[in-house]
């Protein structure tokens, strides 16, 4: 089994101005679940690390109403779906910020695992 983390990483300048104003989104963040033993090599020299997007975390300016942060998280939802995994090409990746998921036996048992504590 292998030991699998979360880590969080802004993506605000991800999203287009549109989308942050029409939802006040001041901070769009994307929570990912990574295994840090595991590297993989994209054709490239310098390892990558396999990121599998499980959420979209969005902080919105003071006055956003409960239902326009319900409408940002479903459109957010809509593109996570679009996502399926994001690669960061480092030779080793900081994990200061991660929060440790624990021993899972697979990608889909993480996934799992982080979905139920997020």
Not at 95 to 111: H, R, T, Y
Request: hydrophobic residues 30%.
């Amino acid at each position: 089994m292998e030991m699998y983390h979360t880590i969080l990483i802004d993506d605000t300048l991800d999203w287009g101005k549109e989308f942050r104003d029409k939802y006040g989104i001041v901070k769009a963040e994307t929570r990912f679940v990574f295994c840090k033993d595991v590297k993989v090599y994209c054709c490239e020299m310098t390892p990558s690390y396999e990121l599998l997007p499980i959420r979209y975390e969005f902080t919105h300016r003071d006055g956003v109403n409960d239902d326009e942060k319900e409408e940002a998280e479903e459109e957010g939802y809509q593109n996570l779906c679009l996502e399926e995994v994001r690669y960061i090409h480092c030779h080793s990746l900081n994990i200061e910020n991660a929060e440790e998921l624990g021993e899972c036996e697979s990608d889909d048992d993480a996934i799992a695992a982080a979905c139920e504590s997020y």
